[in-house]
């Protein structure tokens, strides 16, 4: 991948990262209202309370490449924080080629027929008065493991340049 493809890929996966961060205040004050509803007005609402979750479920699956992006991730950090830059290159190496990006493909594969088949029949909410639209929520499986394999592929990318190219030192 050359750099302006690398760079035009991790701009638009900053984009949906940073997109979908906004997500969290929307998700905050929409339970203070269900809340505020429920217990001032004894009303209802579950629309609202399953808009919650289709963000939550977005803000998390669609977060994971910028995650990967920044640096965000979870991980343990014992051992890794004292290796050194050339060994911590391999794992990141070996990690997305051999774990990251066949375990996207496998969500890929796997999904696609769930996904498919909620969009042939629109599928909706099962409760009544809910969102009307899970084939959405459910979309967002493989486009998040897309993601995922195109920021991995970025990793990759760059790690291995960096090992190529000479450094100022």
């Not at 007005?41 to 289709?54: C, H, R, T």
């Not at 994971?64 to 920044?70: D, E, N, V």
């Not at 027929?113 to 909410?125: I, L």
Request: with cysteine; charged share 15%; hydrophobic share 55%.
């Amino acid at each position: 991948m050359t750099p302006i493809i690398i760079g035009a890929l991790e701009r638009l996966i900053s984009v949906v990262g940073r997109s979908v961060a906004l997500l969290v205040p929307i998700m905050a004050v929409i339970v203070l209202l269900v809340v505020i509803m429920r217990y001032a007005f004894d009303l209802g609402s579950i629309a609202l309370q399953e808009s919650v979750m289709y963000m939550h479920s977005a803000f998390f699956m669609l977060g994971l490449a910028y995650a990967l992006q920044t640096d965000s991730h979870v991980r343990v950090d014992i051992i890794y924080s004292r290796l050194s830059d050339s060994t911590k290159r391999w794992i990141n190496l070996c990690g997305h080629a051999l774990f990251l990006i066949p375990l996207a493909i496998v969500l890929i594969v796997y999904s696609w027929d769930y996904v498919v088949a909620s969009w042939r029949v629109q599928e909706g909410s099962p409760e009544v008065g809910g969102v009307p639209a899970i084939y959405l929520l459910k979309s967002i499986i493989p486009i998040s493991a897309c993601l995922l394999i195109l920021q991995a592929l970025c990793e990759i990318t760059r790690l291995t340049l960096d090992h190529v190219r000479p450094s100022g030192d």
